[in-house]
C-alpha cells in the first residue's frame, strides 16, 4: 500500500477555500481491485453464529426468515442483536434510517424489530436490484414504474432525435446495438416479475 500511495496528495476545498496539499498515508486508490477485495475480507465474518438467512450485496444487508411462532420472531431479533454487536466490534455503523422491515404475508402478526435501540419501521414494498417486491408479492406497481420510466425515455428520445425512421427508433430504444437507452429501463430482474395478470403483461407491451 505505501508503494501505491507513493507521491500521492490531496487539498481540499470548501467555499473556495483551498487546503495546502496533503500526502496520503492511507486508504485504497479509487477503482483499483484492492478495494473490493479489502471490503470482502472486512464483512466476510459478518455472518457468524447468524441463524436465518443473510444476505449481502455492496454495502445493503439483508435478513430474511419465517415467523409462525413468536419464538421465530425472537429469533430475528437475536440475528439483528448479533448483527450491531458485530457492526460495533468492527467500527461499522448500519444507516438504521434506511433499515426497513418487509412482511410478506398480510394475514399473520406483524413482529416489531429493533436493530439497536432505535425500532426499525414496517414498510410496505422494498426495491431491491431494480425489482420491486411488495408484500402482496404481484408485480402491478412494478410494471407501473416500469412503464412511466420506459414513457419517460421515449418522450426524450422523441424530443431530441430529428429521425423517425424506423431503422434508427427500434435499435436505439431495443437495445440490440449501443446506447439502447429503452431497453435496460424495462427489462432489470425481468426473469422474476413473472405478470401474474393479463392487464400487466399488455401494459408492459
Known amino acids: 500500500m505505501k508503494i501505491w500511495l507513493a507521491g500521492h496528495t490531496r487539498i481540499f476545498a470548501v467555499s473556495g ?30 455472518d457468524s453464529g447468524i441463524e436465518c438467512t443473510l444476505s449481502c450485496f455492496a454495502k445493503d444487508t439483508k435478513l430474511c426468515g419465517a415467523v409462525d411462532m413468536p419464538e421465530e420472531g425472537d429469533t430475528i431479533q437475536r440475528d439483528l442483536d448479533r448483527l450491531e454487536k458485530w457492526a460495533h466490534a468492527n467500527l461499522r455503523k448500519f444507516n438504521k434510517a434506511k433499515c426497513k422491515v418487509l412482511h410478506m404475508d398480510q394475514g399473520k402478526a406483524k413482529h416489531k424489530y429493533r436493530l439497536g435501540e432505535a425500532w426499525i419501521e414496517s414498510s410496505p414494498g422494498k426495491k431491491d436490484l431494480g425489482m420491486l417486491v411488495d408484500e402482496k408479492r404481484n408485480v402491478t406497481q412494478q410494471c407501473v414504474l416500469a412503464t412511466q420510466k420506459a414513457n419517460h425515455i421515449l418522450g426524450c428520445t422523441k424530443r431530441n432525435m430529428a429521425s423517425r425512421w424506423r431503422e434508427v427508433i427500434v435499435p436505439l430504444c431495443s437495445g440490440d446495438t449501443p446506447p439502447g437507452v429503452l431497453h435496460p429501463a424495462v427489462d432489470p430482474c425481468i426473469q422474476l416479475w413473472s405478470p401474474q395478470h393479463r392487464k400487466d403483461g399488455d401494459l408492459l407491451e
Open 17 to 46: 477555500s483551498v487546503s495546502k496539499r496533503k500526502p496520503v498515508t492511507s486508504g485504497i486508490p479509487q477503482r483499483s481491485v484492492f478495494g473490493p477485495v479489502l471490503f470482502n475480507i472486512c464483512v466476510s465474518n459478518k
